[in-house]
């Protein structure tokens, strides 16, 4: 079961600079999307969404950007701060109650 | 800002015995779910539920599972005769109306299964 994937397990960017995690599902049917957030030792924090009638959006920092023919969304984070260092799984359902998630992206952001 | 809490944090059980997670989802949420995550792997949804029964499960949501909400507060998920297998981080979570919206998780309990 590999429906959703994140590619790159881990990221180092420099503090300022844009952080840019990538995923990329195979089911035509998913039409809601989230990120999460998660530190060691805690469970995932609920950072942004994005449905499928939407092709991007933001709030404060975060944007969420969706390609529905590419099956590919993508997570930006500008400025990328030190407290962003965490690692960022994307999620994905068809049904909006059973989610699918990729791997995580480990992003580490240098002062 | 209310959470989601799990215990205990870490349990540890023989294989074959029957272990209990416990899960108190977000008060006024009505959604709620669980999922786990076998170190180095993916998090994985193992089942829903709503008004006092299952919405949806996954595969991996055998007969060996079942979730309960004995009152009006907790949620718990029941493994009878536990596997090596089973070894894994549990994570509750809970949404106040269910379906396309951000589930608030609870910062798991680690299951180690000798």
């Known amino acids: 079961d590999q429906q959703v994937k994140q590619n790159s397990p881990s990221l180092s960017v420099q503090e300022g600079r844009i952080s840019i995690l990538n995923c990329d599902y195979t089911?035509?049917?998913?039409?809601?999307f989230l990120w999460y957030k998660k530190y060691p030792a805690e469970g995932p924090t609920f950072l942004i969404s994005i449905s499928s009638i939407k092709d991007k959006n933001e709030d404060g920092r975060f944007t969420v950007f969706l390609n529905k023919s590419a099956k590919h969304l993508s997570l930006h984070i500008v400025p990328s701060q030190p407290g962003d260092s965490a690692v960022y799984f994307c999620a994905a359902s068809e049904s909006g109650n059973q989610f699918y998630f990729g791997t995580g992206t480990s992003l580490t952001v240098i002062p | 800002e209310p959470e989601v809490t799990q215990t205990p944090s870490h349990q540890v059980t023989q294989m074959g015995q029957e272990v209990i997670l416990r899960c108190v989802p977000i008060?006024?949420?009505?959604?709620f779910y669980w999922y786990r995550q076998i170190l180095g792997q993916k998090v994985e949804f193992l089942v829903s539920?709503?008004?006092?029964?299952?919405?949806?499960k996954s595969e991996i949501f055998d007969d060996q599972f079942s979730v309960e909400r004995p009152d009006g507060s907790n949620f718990t998920l029941k493994i009878r005769s536990t596997k090596l297998e089973d070894s894994a981080m549990y994570f509750c979570?809970?949404?106040?109306?269910?379906?396309?919206?951000?589930?608030?998780f609870g910062d798991g309990t680690r299951l180690s299964i000798l």
């Open positions: 979570a809970s949404t106040p109306q269910g379906l396309r919206q951000p589930q608030h």
């Open positions: 539920f709503y008004n006092n029964e299952i919405s949806e």
């Open positions: 008060s006024n949420h009505l959604y």
């Open positions: 089911n035509s049917m998913f039409d809601y």
